[in-house]
């Protein structure tokens, strides 16, 4: 067929000639129950959750593992050139023998020249419990964390190696067609959630750390618009190179899904990948064409693929536009992706050769971040692989997959295999602001892909490729254990169950899941301040040293030191208690809040956050929040705001509060001079402005004050009911109406809110003897929600407007309401007797 048919682009691969590429001349056997285990393990990974627990680690490691284990036995690789292992095979065998290597104890006098924080760890948690120190330590700061990383990796390594055997015998396209299945299943699942309107995954597991508006296994849509961007691209390789049309079809209907699934996921980061992969796969193809003598203007592929771009956008834009256009309109949380990435650069200059441990970044990354966010991941892969594995190792294995993947755009190989180096290239650009391949069941899918398309060269170590994947799948079954052994322990369970158990009160079970946390998890600073909680509660003399402790682990967190506070004030130490509040303040501002209330009530002695507030503004601001928590009468917080005033005169807290107390005592006019010295009205002093000018009987000052929130795009609902009181008594109806429109708008339509904001209106023209729109109002109010007071002021306004059959009716409407007793059924029978002079 010639170069212009309409199916040019969607047939078999083409060689540089514009020739047919032949079948591989010497293809290897390959046994079906081979092929099966790839496609399952491909398949299910990503559906358990991406393999974020530790039951989904070892049933990935399962299904890995057979998968190597039947590759291994079952496919021969013919070609001699292919069947030994590459230095591609090695760097990747040999980062996880590393990772091995981090987990296993090692002499402490090595350790401390690596990682002295390790030692450290293990030293001072012994000096908790009294027990003897140990002379052998791990790398790791975690070692749980690494044990799990270890379990991962392995199965990674295993679906690496098994892709590199199906390679080796001419039959990558079964893994990348594999992959595309994947992708497809994993857009699908996603799009039944979203039409069913689920909330949880299968029904099952609701996500906590993470949420996607795109709900599926893959739960954080950062790592769902990655596993799109990565396979994607490959999808449309697979499209063209069906030899059937029915096959041709349905590969491009699973890329269209898939690249749908990319965007609407809202992922920024995945829709840039997606983007990357596509263009970068368009652009190695045309420059192909290039090369062979072929007009780009003659194929129609490339246009193909636009077009096809183009209607995807489209369909999003339909579907989610406004979602979308508001999404990538917002940049306040870009910037901290890159400043966690840099903040992270000291662990990896304090930790350059051995790096920190797989899985340690968190330990090591308290003592750079504070409380405001915990950092598990730098979101930065680089750094990322140079923290935990130190420098050495990151580098050499980043630059020789890097370097494989440029041998393998050099092969002209199937337009999958080019998808594949293309959706890979578009997931590492992804990686520098993401930590989608931490996740096992994306990682697995990613190295199935790395296996079949990338190219190393021969190094002189002769080992079989067979047998580094069998002895691999071997490890890989070995680390499934591992996995199982962490089910329960793992450091988001444990703290969670912590956390749980300190909430009760169970002190037994605290101590006991703070000693299994340390165990596994050393350097964690969250089991030490759970040991010290449970020592302060229980009056134990080594409350001390587990504060201590807690604080040694975690510098810049605030809560050991409030901690502290609260144990040094047990023991009368009031000096020390207030420099600990200090230490939290400085911190973390507004942290201290609780404590120092919990105290001032106590205590009722304003010294309390007096001595505990630092001089100038700091100070003014933590004296604030103290009085803040007090009643607004209370000598103490009187003294507190005057102490406050006295440091920042135009702190808005202490003068609204002052004014408050004014306006009680009927000072309106000492009311408004002390709010008008404040350079910049919020909305609740500029409320209070109002209402002083209001009881000063000046409602137009009370206008002009209120007018400013008018304007405000989100206006609180107490400002909204000041302004309404405000214009009905200048007698502006127009300005009554908008703002009675903001009040009803602000409901949403619900019923309870909705009911409330008409009786307002009611009360608000009934204090206004204006009684026709009162009653309209309570009408309104018991129209949305019957309720025994609307119809009370039903029939009291009705009885001033003179409307017996009316106020009759609600009477009695009331005396049923009450069960046939009560003042209303008196008021009907009253209303009832056909004498009596009607008032």
């Known amino acids: 067929m010639g170069s212009g048919s309409d199916t040019e682009g969607l047939r078999p691969e083409r060689t540089a000639t514009g020739r047919h590429r032949r079948s591989p001349s010497i293809p290897g056997p390959v046994s079906q129950r081979a092929l099966v285990p790839v496609i399952v393990v491909l398949v299910v990974a990503p559906q358990l959750l991406g393999g974020v627990f530790p039951w989904a680690v070892a049933v990935t490691c399962v299904l890995a593992g057979v998968a190597g284990l039947l590759a291994s036995s079952q496919i021969e690789i013919i070609s001699q050139k292919r069947a030994d292992a590459t230095l591609l095979d090695w760097a990747i065998v040999g980062a996880l023998a590393w990772t091995g290597l981090q987990l296993l104890p090692l002499p402490s006098s090595l350790v401390a020249l690596l990682v002295p924080e390790s030692v450290d760890a293990w030293q001072s948690n012994a000096l908790l419990y009294g027990d003897s120190p140990r002379a052998w330590f791990p790398l790791s700061l975690d070692p749980g964390a690494t044990r799990l990383e270890v379990a991962k990796g392995s199965a990674i390594v295993a679906v690496f190696l098994t892709a590199r055997v199906f390679a080796a015998s001419h039959q990558r396209r079964r893994v990348l067609k594999a992959v595309g299945v994947s992708a497809i299943v994993l857009a699908l699942v996603a799009f039944a959630h979203k039409l069913a309107g689920a909330t949880h995954v299968f029904g099952l597991y609701e996500p906590v750390y993470a949420s996607s508006r795109l709900l599926a296994p893959l739960m954080n849509e950062n790592h769902l618009g990655g596993f799109m961007a990565l396979t994607s691209p490959i999808l449309i390789g697979l499209a063209m190179d069906a030899e059937t049309l029915e096959r041709r079809i349905g590969w491009a209907l699973g890329a269209a899904v898939c690249s749908l699934a990319g965007v609407l996921s809202f992922s920024r980061g995945g829709m840039l990948a997606l983007a990357i992969g596509i263009t970068l796969f368009m652009l190695v193809y045309a420059a192909r064409l290039n090369r062979s003598h072929r007009s780009i203007l003659?194929?129609?592929?490339?246009?193909?693929?636009?077009?096809?771009?183009?209607?995807?956008?489209?369909?999003?834009?339909?579907?989610?536009?406004?979602?979308?256009?508001?999404?990538?309109?917002?940049?306040?949380?870009?910037?901290?992706?890159?400043?966690?990435?840099?903040?992270?650069?000291?662990?990896?200059?304090?930790?350059?050769?051995?790096?920190?441990?797989?899985?340690?970044?968190?330990?090591?990354?308290?003592?750079?971040?504070?409380?405001?966010?915990?950092?598990?991941?730098?979101?930065?892969?680089?750094?990322?692989?140079?923290?935990?594995?130190?420098?050495?190792?990151?580098?050499?294995?980043l630059v020789i997959i890097m370097w494989s993947l440029g041998?393998?755009?050099?092969?002209?190989?199937?337009?999958?295999?080019?998808?594949?180096?293309?959706?890979?290239?578009?997931?590492?650009?992804?990686?520098?602001?993401?930590?989608?391949?931490?996740?096992?069941?994306?990682?697995?899918?990613?190295?199935?892909?790395?296996?079949?398309?990338?190219?190393?060269?021969?190094?002189?170590?002769?080992?079989?490729?067979?047998?580094?994947?069998?002895?691999?799948?071997?490890?890989?079954?070995?680390?499934?254990?591992?996995?199982?052994?962490?089910?329960?322990?793992?450091?988001?369970?444990?703290?969670?169950?912590?956390?749980?158990?300190?909430?009760?009160?169970?002190?037994?079970?605290?101590?006991?899941?703070?000693?299994?946390?340390?165990?596994?998890?050393?350097?964690?600073?969250?089991?030490?301040?759970?040991?010290?909680?449970?020592?302060?509660?229980?009056?134990?003399?080594?409350?001390?040293?587990?504060?201590?402790?807690?604080?040694?682990?975690?510098?810049?967190?605030?809560?050991?030191?409030?901690?502290?506070?609260?144990?040094?004030?047990?023991?009368?130490?009031?000096?020390?208690?207030?420099?600990?509040?200090?230490?939290?303040?400085?911190?973390?501002?507004?942290?201290?809040?609780?404590?120092?209330?919990?105290?001032?009530?106590?205590?009722?002695?304003?010294?309390?956050?007096?001595?505990?507030?630092?001089?100038?503004?700091?100070?003014?601001?933590?004296?604030?929040?103290?009085?803040?928590?007090?009643?607004?009468?209370?000598?103490?917080?009187?003294?507190?705001?005057?102490?406050?005033?006295?440091?920042?005169?135009?702190?808005?807290?202490?003068?609204?509060?002052?004014?408050?107390?004014?306006?009680?005592?009927?000072?309106?006019?000492?009311?408004?001079?002390?709010?008008?010295?404040?350079?910049?009205?919020?909305?609740?002093?500029?409320?209070?402005?109002?209402?002083?000018?209001?009881?000063?009987?000046?409602?137009?000052?009370?206008?002009?004050?209120?007018?400013?929130?008018?304007?405000?795009?989100?206006?609180?609902?107490?400002?909204?009911?000041?302004?309404a009181s405000i214009y009905m008594t200048t007698g502006d109806d127009s300005e009554v109406q908008l703002v009675a429109s903001r009040l009803r708008s602000q409901t949403g339509g619900k019923v309870e809110p909705l009911a409330d904001v008409e009786f307002f209106l009611g009360e608000l023209y009934e204090s206004h003897r204006r009684y026709a729109p009162a009653l309209r109002a309570y009408e309104d109010s018991n129209r949305a929600r019957e309720s025994r007071k609307a119809l009370v002021a039903i029939a009291r306004v009705a009885e001033e407007m003179g409307n017996r059959d009316r106020a009759l009716l609600t009477y009695k409407r009331l005396c049923r309401f009450d069960g046939g007793k009560g003042t209303a059924c008196a008021s009907a029978e009253r209303l009832g007797q056909p004498t009596g002079a009607w008032p």
């Open 407 to 723: 041998r393998g755009f050099r092969l002209k190989r199937s337009h999958a295999h080019l998808g594949g180096l293309a959706g890979l290239v578009a997931i590492g650009a992804q990686q520098l602001a993401d930590f989608s391949l931490e996740l096992v069941g994306v990682a697995v899918v990613a190295a199935a892909v790395l296996g079949s398309v990338a190219d190393s060269v021969r190094i002189r170590l002769d080992v079989p490729l067979r047998k580094l994947c069998f002895v691999t799948s071997i490890t890989c079954l070995l680390g499934a254990v591992l996995a199982v052994s962490l089910h329960g322990r793992d450091l988001f369970t444990l703290e969670m169950r912590t956390r749980a158990a300190l909430e009760q009160g169970n002190h037994a079970e605290t101590r006991r899941l703070v000693r299994a946390g340390l165990a596994l998890h050393p350097s964690e600073p969250i089991f030490a301040l759970a040991g010290a909680e449970v020592a302060v509660r229980e009056g134990d003399a080594t409350a001390g040293r587990w504060i201590n402790r807690a604080q040694d682990l975690a510098p810049l967190w605030n809560a050991p030191h409030l901690l502290a506070a609260r144990w040094l004030f047990s023991l009368g130490e009031m000096d020390q208690a207030l420099i600990e509040i200090r230490e939290a303040e400085e911190l973390r501002p507004g942290s201290a809040r609780d404590t120092i209330c919990g105290l001032l009530t106590a205590q009722q002695d304003p010294a309390i956050a007096l001595r505990a507030a630092p001089e100038g503004l700091a100070g003014a601001k933590l004296l604030d929040r103290a009085a803040a928590c007090l009643r607004l009468q209370s000598p103490v917080a009187v003294a507190i705001d005057r102490s406050a005033r006295d440091l920042d005169p135009y702190l808005v807290g202490p003068a609204t509060r002052q004014a408050r107390r004014l306006l009680a005592a009927k000072k309106p006019l000492e009311a408004v001079d002390l709010l008008r010295t404040l350079p910049k009205l919020d909305v609740t002093s500029r409320r209070l402005l109002a209402q002083a000018y209001m009881q000063a009987g000046d409602p137009q000052s009370a206008a002009q004050t209120i007018a400013p929130l008018l304007n405000l795009k989100k206006v609180p609902s107490f400002a909204l009911r000041t302004a």
């Open 298 to 397: 003659q194929s129609r592929t490339v246009p193909i693929l636009a077009l096809a771009a183009l209607a995807i956008t489209l369909v999003a834009v339909g579907l989610e536009g406004s979602s979308l256009a508001r999404e990538l309109s917002q940049r306040h949380n870009i910037a901290p992706k890159f400043e966690a990435a840099a903040a992270a650069l000291p662990v990896i200059a304090s930790h350059p050769i051995a790096g920190v441990g797989r899985g340690g970044f968190a330990a090591a990354f308290v003592d750079e971040q504070g409380t405001e966010k915990r950092f598990f991941y730098p979101e930065n892969l680089p750094v990322q692989w140079a923290s935990e594995w130190g420098i050495p190792v990151a580098l050499a294995l």
